[in-house]
């Protein structure tokens, strides 16, 4: 059973999904996505653990401030406000692209919080990514038109990383991507800020870097990533895409289950 309802922090209101119960693991999702992309995987995962997926704050169902204060910074903050508010002292997390650098965040500096954490498809960014991502965001990207054509575009976008054939895949991502409006080119611009490399030698709890083999833009990363973090493991998924949380569920859950038992 998953089961959902909305928590109210300090930094606005959070939707959060749920399933199982035990040890808390916290799924946190790739931008402009949301909890929906482990709508598959919580049932999984709840099996063994406590899991929660919750919608970045101006993501999904969960609130929408006004933009100029989102930052990868910000957005761990809310993750801690969220555990609080669920009284849950120490968490495993998960992260999937921008969910884990999110989540490098928090094992970077909340140390006595994160128990430990997965990272799905994260990009090494340091100051050569920076200079080379310092630009509008290649997808994502689209003015709201009065056909509708900016849905085609927003999909036309994204296709080349989906399965093919999958059109259930890129109707998901379609529908999160239109709910999160200007926010959903914004919340590259918003990783592609984040300070990463001053923060990934201050991790010292048990971290496996995920590296999904069929996501061009994570997986040349993976390695100085995995050397970045000291007793970081890694392993490679074949086959797996952008949407890997919804694409392989079975697979993704394995790989955390496998990491955490």
């Given amino acids: 059973m998953i ?3 909305f928590i109210d922090v300090p930094a606005g209101t959070i939707h959060v999904a749920m399933a199982g ?5 916290m799924l946190l999702h790739q931008t402009p996505r949301s909890w929906d992309e482990f709508r598959d995987v919580l049932p999984l995962l709840g099996k063994h653990y406590r899991a929660i997926a919750m919608d970045t704050l101006g993501y999904g169902d969960s609130s929408r401030p006004p933009m100029g204060n989102d930052s990868i910074e910000n957005w761990a903050k809310v993750v801690i406000s969220v555990m609080d508010a669920l009284e849950i002292p120490r968490a495993a997390i998960v992260g999937h692209r921008t969910g884990g650098i999110i989540a490098t965040e928090l094992a970077a500096n909340y140390p006595d919080r994160i128990e430990a954490a997965v990272l799905f498809a994260v990009p090494f960014i340091d100051a050569a990514f920076r200079a080379s991502h310092s630009g509008p965001p290649p997808v ?3 003015t709201a038109q ?3 054509s900016h849905l085609t575009k927003l999909w036309s976008m994204r296709q080349p990383w989906y399965p093919p054939g999958n059109t259930d895949l890129l109707e998901r991502f379609v529908v999160d991507a239109v709910k999160a409006g200007p926010r959903a080119p914004e919340g590259h611009l918003v990783a592609w800020r984040y300070v990463m490399e001053t923060q990934l030698p201050k991790i010292r709890c048990p971290v496996l870097i995920a590296a999904p083999d069929k996501d061009p833009h ?3 990363f993976a390695r100085k990533l995995a050397a970045s973090i000291a007793g970081s493991k ?3 998924i074949p086959g797996g895409m952008v949407p890997l949380p919804d694409q392989m569920p079975q697979e993704f859950a394995r790989v955390v289950v496998d990491f955490l038992g």
């Fill in 234 to 236: 890694l392993v490679d």
């Fill in 21 to 25: 119960s035990g040890r808390p693991v």
């Fill in 218 to 220: 994570t997986y040349p």
């Fill in 146 to 148: 009065a056909d509708g």
């Fill in 3 to 5: 089961t959902r309802k």
């Fill in 140 to 142: 994502d990207n689209v």
